[in-house]
């Protein structure tokens, strides 16, 4: 893992956003006085990559993530990993309660060559990066699977922080084994353990399931294979052999079905010759048509008669004259009659309507004359009310006059002053005038009232006068109408003749409907009769159509009796001269089938000479005694399907024979398949189980393990000779770490023993020697590209700070990783091309790159 890019806001004591760069910077150098926050900076790799520093004691001590009195921390690192390069974010929140939680966290792969200035742009990276992990429990496999480390081996082997810059040399052997396991990619042989039992699990399954069809093909035997052989040859010959035979029994069949076919034509000539005989009714058919032609002819007779009388009555009718103008007289009459009686009544409503208009005229000229006084009234009560205000105004200035002295609107003396009345005029005259008022205001609507009446009675009494006038012209009209008139007595005689005739008319009519009625029915009934008789012509047309082929007798047309029975006599004298040859038919039917029956033995011979039971079906004749000859037809059918399915059954035989043998070889070739492949699987299962019982016992793993921790103790031992000038080399023995002091006899002494400043040495050996070495211990390993250190510059002495920022050079000048210093000396820092200086004041810290 190599850092390419640290951003971080609210972060500890990063109050405000602060950016760490440290493309091309190869070799740094974190720099700034005690408590800037150098440290810092590599704790915000950590937390990055695995939501923890080790100096907050796990977890739980997130809060710390926090800068005081701020809300939210966000940090995001840009690193390169195995040739990716990712982006790790994590950011963390204080709620309401003042709680601290992870808010956010992820892990995006970027693109290959993912410019890190792109980040300055404020760019969303969520549509260009492929997003590994989204929440914090997905980071965890996310991170270890891009390192290829684990946080406490990331801690031991990437950033050294302070405190834990010696854990791997004080380290159990145990978890140094893990720690090497991991940083070699060694767990790939436990994998290889792993699959290489399961291989074995697997071939035991599968060896089963072979054995399993092994047993099932013990029937497939080569001598099983040739007997199959043997008898799909015989089969073959049967098919052979029958394809032969049927040909002679479909000739016989043939030939007995021609002889069945000549019989069953005799049969039916002789059937039809005996069907002719005369059909009962045929005299009293040809009587019927006489009499339906004499009832037509009587019928039309009585129609002539009907429609002569319906003819005399209309004359009768109409020289009786128009029954309309009759009917119109008689109106007239009636007319006259009802409005002499009305006009009587008419003249009385008029009379009622004159008093009744008199009457509310008068009322109404009476309430009149009351409005005209109280409007008087009224007029009078506003005088005196006006004549009041005079009196009362003079009332008010009698109190102010004196006797002797002048009067101030007349300036005369008054001798003597007036006595002020108790009561006020105008009050008294208000009362008045709202009485006149009042009475003024009924009196006006009485009359209104009244007037109203005495209008709409006068418009009655207009309207009444009219209808009167109107029925005394209608009643002039109608009397002069009817004094022209016959009398009431003779109309109505009139009208009675009529109706007298008129009823005869209708009972003339109804007669001529019935003679029509009748006439149709007899009508009918002669084309009934003359049906009948071209029905029976038919029916003989067609029994001597059926017999033309025999060459029957001439027909006299005029007589359908004599034709039919010259044609039954001539039936007779032929059907006698068919019996004879019909025996003879049958017995060349007989000779027939006995040769059907002898072919079609032959072929059943055939099939039971090949050990097979012949088909079933129907009998190999076509004819039995009294079968008919639709049912010999159908019979004959049958029977070719019989003859086709003799061939099938052979063909059936042979291919039945022909599948069995080929089933047999193929599982013969099956079971040949099954033994190889139970022999494959024997061999694989026993490498198998012979690999997984090796990598079993870590033998391997053990071994490659001391091989490793070989390599690195002697790189650590040449890297601390030369940093303690010659002094110790580190050796191990067990898995336990223990230095030679060359200056004491070459004791041997525990790394526990050692003091700070030596502690520090050896530790630092370890770390270069494993970031040096592990490259070239395997092609599978984590990726190391990269180590910091933050411990014990400060306790060395010149000459071994010397050679530590020598040894530290030469590391950084290979070019294939990227060396970091957590520092406060000056003189190491002065060495390093390229350093973060770290600074801090009172509300945040930040940082500043100097050097190349």
């Known amino acids: 893992m190599r850092p390419l890019r640290l951003d971080m806001a609210g972060f500890t004591v990063f109050r405000d956003p602060t950016t760490v760069d440290f493309t091309d910077a190869d070799y740094f150098a974190l720099v700034g006085p005690t408590g800037s926050g150098k440290s810092t900076v590599l704790d915000a790799i950590c937390f990055a990559l695995y939501g923890t520093v080790p100096r907050w004691g796990g977890t739980r001590g997130i809060g710390n993530a926090l800068a005081p009195s701020a809300v939210e921390a966000k940090v995001r690192l840009c690193f390169e990993s195995a040739g990716d390069r990712y982006i790790a974010t994590r950011v963390v929140r204080r709620d309401g309660r003042g709680n601290v939680k992870t808010a956010g966290a992820g892990l995006q792969l970027m693109p290959p060559g993912f410019d890190v200035t792109k980040l300055d742009t404020g760019m969303d990276l969520d549509d260009l ?230 009457d509310a005229l008068s009322a109404a000229e009476l309430a009149q004359a009351e409005h005209t006084g109280a409007q008087q009234l009224l007029e009078q009560a506003r005088q005196d009310y006006r004549d009041a205000q005079q009196r009362d105004r003079a009332t008010a200035l009698r109190g102010h006059l004196v006797a002797g002295h002048a009067c101030p609107v007349c300036e005369q003396p008054v001798t003597v002053v007036p006595e002020v009345p108790r009561e006020s005029a105008v009050r008294l005259a208000e009362a008045a005038g709202n009485a006149a008022r009042e009475a003024a205001e009924q009196a006006t609507t009485r009359w209104q009232q009244r007037d109203a009446v005495a209008r709409n009675l006068e418009s009655d009494l207009e309207r009444k006068r009219g209808q009167y006038e109107h029925h005394l012209s209608r009643l002039a009209e109608v009397r002069a109408a009817v004094a022209g008139l016959p009398p009431v007595e003779a109309v109505q005689a009139r009208l ?65 009796a004599g034709a039919w029975r010259t044609l039954v006599e001539w039936a007779g004298g032929e059907h006698e001269a068919r019996l004879a040859a019909r025996d003879e038919a049958d017995r060349a039917v007989a000779a027939a089938h006995e040769s059907t029956v002898r072919a079609y033995t032959a072929i059943v011979e055939l099939f039971t000479a090949a050990g097979l039971n012949p088909p079933g079906g129907p009998a190999p004749g076509v004819i039995r005694p009294g079968v008919s000859a639709s049912r010999a037809a159908e019979r ?105 002091d060359h200056h004491d006899a070459g004791l041997q002494r525990g790394v526990r023993t050692l003091s700070g400043g030596e502690t520090f040495q050896a530790s630092l050996a370890l770390a270069l020697a494993l970031s040096e070495q592990l490259a070239g211990m395997s092609t599978t390993a984590a990726s190391l590209e990269s180590i910091v250190l933050d411990e014990g510059f400060g306790t060395l002495d010149a000459a071994t700070l010397d050679v530590v920022a020598a040894t530290l050079e030469n590391l950084a000048a290979r070019g294939d990783r990227m060396v970091g210093l ?24 930040y940082v500043e790159r100097v050097g190349l």
């Not at 029916?539 to 005029?558: I, Y």
């Not at 694989?684 to 690195?712: C, M, P, Q, T, Y």
């Open 636 to 740: 004959a059918t049958s029977v070719a399907d019989a003859e086709a399915g003799l061939i099938r059954a052979a063909a059936v035989a042979a291919e039945r024979a022909e599948a069995g043998w080929q089933r047999l070889v193929e599982r013969r070739q099956q079971a040949r398949e099954a033994a190889e492949q139970r022999d494959a699987l024997l061999r694989e299962g026993r490498v198998a189980k012979s690999l997984a019982g090796h990598l079993r016992a870590n033998n391997f793993e053990r071994w490659l393990l001391e091989e490793a921790l070989d390599l690195l103790v002697d790189g650590a031992s040449r890297i601390l000779r030369e940093l303690t000038g010659g002094q110790y080399e580190l050796i191990h023995t067990k898995g336990e770490f223990f230095v030679v």
């Open 129 to 358: 990066g492929e997003a590994l992990a989204g929440t914090p429990a997905e980071m965890d496999r996310a991170v270890q699977d891009a390192v290829g480390l684990p946080y406490e081996q990331f801690t031991s082997c990437v950033v050294l922080p302070q405190g834990q810059f010696a854990d791997f040399l004080h380290a159990k052997p145990a978890t140094r084994q893990q720690i090497l396991v991991n940083l070699l990619g060694l767990h790939v042989y436990e994998e290889v353990q792993v699959r290489a039992a399961e291989r074995g699990k697997t071939a035991e399954a599968k060896l089963g399931v072979i054995e399993q069809q092994m047993d099932a093909l013990d029937d497939a035997t080569d001598e099983a294979v040739d007997a199959a052989g043997a008898y799909l040859e015989r089969m073959r010959e049967l098919t052979r052999e029958v394809e032969s035979a049927v040909p002679g029994l479909r000739t016989a069949r043939e030939a007995e079905t021609t002889a069945l076919g000549a019989r069953d034509t005799l049969d039916a000539e002789l059937t039809l010759l005996s069907s002719v005989r005369t059909p009962a009714g045929l005299a009293e058919a040809t009587g019927a048509i006489v009499a339906a032609r004499a009832a037509a002819e009587q019928a039309s007779r009585e129609v002539h008669a009907a429609e002569e009388a319906e003819e005399k009555v209309r004359g009768e009718l109409a020289a009786a004259g128009d029954a309309g103008s009759l009917r119109l007289m008689l109106d007239r009459h009636t007319e006259l009659a009802r409005l002499v009686e009305q006009e009587e009544w008419f003249a009385g409503k008029v009379s009622v309507a004159e008093v009744e208009y008199r």
């Open 496 to 560: 009675a003749d009529l109706a007298e005739l008129q009823h005869k008319l209708e009972a003339a009519t109804a007669a001529v409907r019935a003679a029509r009625d009748a006439h149709r029915r007899a009508q009918n009934a002669v084309r009934s009769a003359e049906d009948e008789q071209r029905t029976a012509w038919r029916k003989f047309d067609t029994v001597r159509d059926g017999l033309a082929r025999f060459g029957p007798p001439p027909t006299d047309r005029d007589d359908l």
């Open 822 to 845: 957590v520092t406060h000396v000056q003189a190491l820092a002065e060495r390093v091309p390229v350093r973060f200086e770290v600074h801090k004041d009172a509300r945040t810290a």
